[in-house]
């Protein structure tokens, strides 16, 4: 077995993990022989304010370190977000045939290249609020825009082409499904973080036309699907993501990347993104409440039928959250409150917390899930009032803020749910060409 310990920057063999799991007897059992891949220099025994996780997946192990406020769940879903990111360059029935044929295999080999990629992931995993939330969040846009550029991706399509996503800075204008894929099962949003990671991760994909395997492991974990990845403006903050079954459709894709491109300057909507990037989404400013420094929120009453990405919205951090060590500090608040509403044993649907420098409170109902955070005097009374003017300001922008109607197209012939993973071997899969 392989075993992955989480919380650190960089892989390397790990004697060291093999003496922390000996010190852990009733969890050594479980990995006999195992070969240590570890993502940090050395991985330290837990102490009193440490948590130790282990998440076993397969043939690997994970595990985790922590002195944060994150609950033993949310570490456990951060070790899957690695784990799913190893799969999303290997594939899942690639490292079983692996291990089945040598199970001291060393993982490395194959992931070499990756760091970048999985240390990027690891900084995600921590600060990014659509990880703790299991949802994406969308650059806010006039609802007359987003829906012409979903219209730009209906009619560029090409045979086997199953997702057209255009993101800005990371952050989702729109994505449009082949209708039948909508049918069967929808994009999560842990596929499309890992997605976005990957692009991010290498300024390889700012050199031009990128064609590469990439497997979505919440969509399907044993196949590829091949990536046609573009910027489309010279900053690189706009980039289209074209996602196809057929790993020979190179060029009809490419030119359904052009078709996009000139219809998005013959509209000048590339100009409206690319201008608009230079100046922050929006300002807690704009709710028109003085005690409101943040918040996060999810909307939960979405039609299924429209099978759309869970999705969310959060304002710029602004004073006193502008050093990154604040930011870290209220992120650990984030995922206290988050915990204690999802708890397994006694979950809550509304939290009221004191900090040190600030209140915060909690909300979760059948219609959204709230997360925010005020100046230290606020009362519990005083916060949910507060609510009240901020749910009303949501409703009013809802359509700048989220997707509502995700678009939809048909294309022949049907396409399948990727091609199925094959032979491990770095020649073969390609991934880390040129990263």
Same mark, same amino acid.
């Given at each position: ?22 010190? $852990? ?16 220099? $050395? ?130 204008? +729109? ?59 010279? *900053? $690189? ?7 196809? +079954? ?9 030119? $359904?990347?052009?078709?996009?491109? *000139? ?13 608009? %990037? ?13 005690? %409101? ?15 759309? %990405? ?77 609510? +009240? =003017? ?5 409703? =009013? ?39």
């Amino acid at each position: 077995m392989g075993t992955v310990p989480s919380r650190g920057r960089r892989l390397q063999s790990g004697p060291r993990v093999g003496n922390c799991l000996a010190r $852990c007897p009733a969890v050594a059992l479980g990995v006999p022989g195992s070969r240590a891949i570890s993502l940090s220099p $050395c991985l330290p025994p837990a102490s009193d304010d440490q948590k130790l996780v282990f998440v076993q997946q397969g043939p690997l192990v994970l595990v985790s370190v922590s002195r944060t406020l994150q609950s033993e769940q949310q570490l456990r879903q951060e070790l899957l977000y690695v784990y799913y990111q190893i799969l999303s360059m290997l594939t899942q029935v690639s490292i079983t045939r692996i291990f089945e044929r040598k199970k001291n295999y060393d993982l490395r080999r194959l992931l070499a290249g990756s760091e970048k990629i999985l240390d990027r992931l690891l900084n995600l995993v921590e600060s990014d609020p659509g990880f703790l939330l299991g949802a994406v969040r969308c650059l806010p846009l006039p609802a007359s825009l987003r829906d012409a550029l979903g219209t730009l991706l209906q009619k560029a399509i090409t045979p086997n082409l199953v997702f057209s996503i255009l993101v800005a800075r990371s952050q989702l204008v +729109t994505a449009v499904q082949e209708r039948a894929v909508i049918e069967e099962c929808r994009l999560e949003p842990t596929d499309l973080h890992l997605l976005l990671n990957l692009i991010g991760a290498s300024s390889a994909f700012q050199a031009g036309e990128i064609w590469t395997p990439i497997c979505l492991p919440r969509f399907n974990p044993d196949g590829y699907f091949y990536a046609y990845i573009s910027y489309l403006d010279a *900053e $690189c903050t706009v980039c289209l993501v074209l996602l196809s +079954t057929d790993k020979e459709s190179f060029y009809a894709v490419s030119d $359904c990347k052009r078709r996009v491109e *000139e219809a998005m300057r013959t509209q000048g909507s590339l100009q409206v993104l690319s201008g608009g %990037l230079q100046s922050p989404s929006y300002g807690v400013g704009q709710v028109g409440v003085p005690d %409101l420094r943040h918040f996060l929120y999810k909307p939960l009453d979405i039609p299924e039928n429209y099978r759309q %990405l869970p999705q969310f919205t959060s304002p710029e951090l602004e004073g006193p959250y502008c050093s990154e060590e604040e930011q870290h500090r209220l992120f650990d608040l984030y995922h206290h409150l988050h915990s204690r509403i999802h708890s397994t044993s006694r979950p809550l649907r509304l939290i009221y917390h004191v900090a040190e420098k600030e209140t915060l409170l909690a909300w979760v109902t059948s219609k959204f899930e709230l997360y925010t955070c005020f100046s230290p005097m606020v009362t519990k009374a005083g916060a949910i009032n507060v609510l +009240t =003017k901020l749910l009303r300001w949501i409703k =009013k922008e809802e359509d700048r803020l989220f997707i509502r109607y995700p678009p939809k197209y048909s294309t022949t012939p049907n396409p399948g749910k990727g091609t199925k993973g094959g032979r491990p071997d770095g020649a073969e899969n390609g991934f880390f060409a040129g990263l």
